[in-house]
């Protein structure tokens, strides 16, 4: 299993931008499937966006046309570029990684949204 390590989080006000990101260890980061989650207080964890190792993304409905997920296979990181930032994304955004049946968490980065 990959371990994984997000940064980038922080206060930002609405309309504003933030690019969150995702460094994993391991040798076969060019294989695995990588995702941002979110969890706000009181509600699930939901899927942000997916970048799978052929480059194919998808994204929550909520999301769409204001982030976008990449990455860097030669510095096994991925990243999160979150614009037009909106108060309903204040949430702890997790980075995950799957490869056949290894599964990884980050520990988490808080994004909070507020004037």
């Known amino acids: 299993q990959v371990q994984l390590v997000e940064s980038g989080g922080g206060l930002v006000q609405p309309g504003g931008s933030l690019r969150l990101s995702c460094a994993a260890s391991g040798s076969i980061f060019s294989l695995y499937t990588m995702a941002w989650y979110r969890q706000a207080p009181g509600k699930e964890r939901e899927l942000v966006a997916v970048i799978t190792s052929g480059g194919n993304r998808n994204y929550a409905d909520s999301v769409k046309g204001r982030f976008t997920i990449s990455k860097d296979n030669a510095k096994n990181t991925v990243y999160l570029q979150m614009n037009d930032l909106k108060p309903e994304d204040t949430a702890v955004y997790y980075c995950?990684?799957?490869?056949?049946?290894?599964?990884?968490w980050g520990q988490g980065t808080q994004v909070t949204v507020s004037s």
């Open positions: 995950y990684a799957a490869y056949s049946i290894r599964v990884s």
